[in-house]
């Protein structure tokens, strides 16, 4: 059977449609509510919807500011140089506007909320009594630990600081162990780490023996009417599979400064159990076929993503802000007017034929471009000093999120067309080649991900500092509007990186600004003494 609307489908593996209660109600239930809450928990299609519950309100942070928005601003990706541009606060961290504290109090509230409702979910697990049958156990326990790591993570990755020596036993924040709302100690970085990683390990465990993504693949595909149950394990990609627990493992050693560690993961857990035999991948590389698919490109390469939030409104995101109808102080865009004159000839090595450069951007021509940026196919050498835009300004829009074009036939197949990825199969080739022990083998790697880019351009690198370069603007270019890039320079607590303002030039980031300062609703909840 081929269902033709893909929110149907999901709906019935139970990702979107909540039979028991709504995302919205679950997540404002009262913990005291013993009643409700015991009724929750009385099913596995209960502790379905609980976890369910949780995936869908990730949508809320993940959907929009710790993926394609201000993230990634902050990443420099894109030309701030109108002065009124409605995201040139968090361009330039200016962490004192009131813009940057009502987004850090809504991201930080919002992602202990959805933490208290995982650890409420974990301690209903192992309660005596538990009604959560045996082959939902492991499935239910092990994502929801990841949860609950993963999410700690990316809190320590904003309001931590860049992990070292000097700075693992620096105070950041609280690591949420159990469903009560009261506030719980400032922990320092390495602590908090250290929990990630245990929560992790913890996950793998219940998933390596147990993940249908072994046995039945990533499972995007409804085939009958019935068996709701076997749907409960379906649509693998959207939910943390062992791959995608894997690769935040590697990702959180890495973060650590555990290079041998992180190496054994990404090369031993994921990039060699993805590889059944010499045929198949569990995650697929994707094809010529599936990225050049008329209109409907796979531009996502969703084939190879691990882990992604399912948004079913995902094209709001594209017209909030790439769409080329956008005025330019609120449009984020490359700079440049046509892609061999913009930071796209910068960021690509092989622009004409890698597919991140020839699909993903389109040029900008309305009314007020041509009469603010100048003709198209200038030399880009004037404007970038002036606020209020320049013959190199803000052209260039990306495509990443677009909606499938008028004509497009769809079949109910094209999942990718709702997906916001978070932890990709690339990630762990780029962590094999950062961790490599020469610069040969990371070199090898590298070219694994480039010749299913399309990139024809040969890598050269006599040292593992020329590896570095060249694993940084790869990682540049594959997580393109998912909100890692931030987080790569921040780890490496990198002062220099390529300026989205200004054509081939080097941002001088000051380092402090890594950092988010503790929100006021978090500092304000603890009074003066801030512990």
Avoid at 416 to 428: D, F, K, V
Avoid at 429 to 453: G, M, N, S
């Amino acid at each position: 059977m081929k269902i033709k609307r893909i929110f149907k489908v999901l709906a019935m593996a139970g990702v979107l449609a909540v039979p028991t209660t709504s995302c919205s109600d679950w997540l404002d239930v009262k913990m005291s509510d013993k009643i409700m809450e015991n009724a929750l928990f009385s099913t596995n299609n209960g502790f379905m919807t609980a976890l369910n519950g949780v995936y869908m309100g990730m949508i809320d942070v993940y959907g929009d500011d710790l993926s394609v928005g201000i993230i990634d601003v902050m990443a420099q990706y894109y030309d701030m140089v109108n002065g009124n541009h409605t995201y040139k606060v968090f361009a330039n961290y200016q962490y004192e506007d009131e813009a940057f504290k009502t987004k850090s109090n809504n991201i930080w509230t919002k992602m202990y909320a959805l933490l208290a409702n995982v650890n409420n979910l974990l301690e209903h697990c192992d309660e005596e009594g538990s009604a959560l049958r045996s082959e939902y156990y492991p499935i239910v326990k092990g994502e929801a630990l990841a949860l609950r790591a993963m999410m700690h993570f990316d809190l320590l990755r904003l309001y931590g600081p860049s992990y070292n020596e000097n700075t693992k036993s620096t105070t950041a924040i609280p690591y949420q162990e159990d469903a009560n709302r009261e506030i719980s100690p400032l922990r320092s970085a390495e602590y908090i780490v250290d929990r990630v990683i245990e929560d992790l390990k913890a996950a793998s465990e219940l998933l390596k023996d147990n993940d249908p993504v072994f046995t039945t693949g990533v499972g995007n595909a409804v085939t009958s009417d019935d068996g709701l149950e076997r749907a409960d394990f379906t649509y693998r990609q959207l939910r943390l599979n062992y791959f995608a627990v894997q690769t935040l493992l590697a990702r959180a050693y890495l973060w650590k400064g555990d290079k041998s560690t992180a190496y054994r993961i990404a090369t031993e857990e994921v990039i060699k159990r993805n590889q059944v035999d010499e045929e198949k991948m569990i995650f697929p590389w994707t094809t010529k076929e599936q990225v050049e698919a008329d209109n409907k490109n796979d531009l996502l390469f969703s084939s190879e993503v691990f882990f992604a939030i399912y948004h079913s409104k995902r094209s709001q995101l594209d017209s909030r802000y790439f769409t080329g109808a956008l005025p330019k102080t609120s449009r984020l865009a490359f700079w440049g007017t046509n892609p061999t004159n913009s930071q796209l000839s910068v960021l690509f090595d092989d622009p004409n034929n890698d597919w991140r450069s020839t699909l993903m951007w389109a040029v900008q021509t309305s009314s007020e471009d041509e009469g603010g940026d100048g003709e198209e196919g200038g030399d880009g050498e004037e404007g970038n000093e002036e606020e209020g835009g320049s013959s190199g300004s803000g052209s260039l829009y990306l495509l990443k999120y677009a909606d499938a074009g008028r004509e497009a036939e769809l079949d109910g197949t094209e999942t990718y067309l709702y997906m916001i990825p978070l932890i990709r199969l690339s990630e762990a080739y780029l962590i094999a080649a950062e961790c490599a022990a020469t610069p040969e083998e990371a070199l090898e790697y590298l070219v694994a991900i480039r010749e299913h880019r399309n990139c024809h351009m040969a890598l050269e690198a006599t040292s593992m500092d020329g590896v570095k370069e060249l694993v940084t603007k790869e990682f540049a270019r594959e997580v393109l509007g998912e909100g890692q890039l931030f987080f790569y320079y921040k780890r490496l607590n990198m002062d220099k990186f390529l300026d989205g303002s200004k054509l081939g030039s080097m941002y001088e980031m000051l380092t402090d600004n890594y950092q988010w300062p503790l929100p006021d609703v978090e500092i304000n909840k603890r009074g003066s003494t801030n512990n």
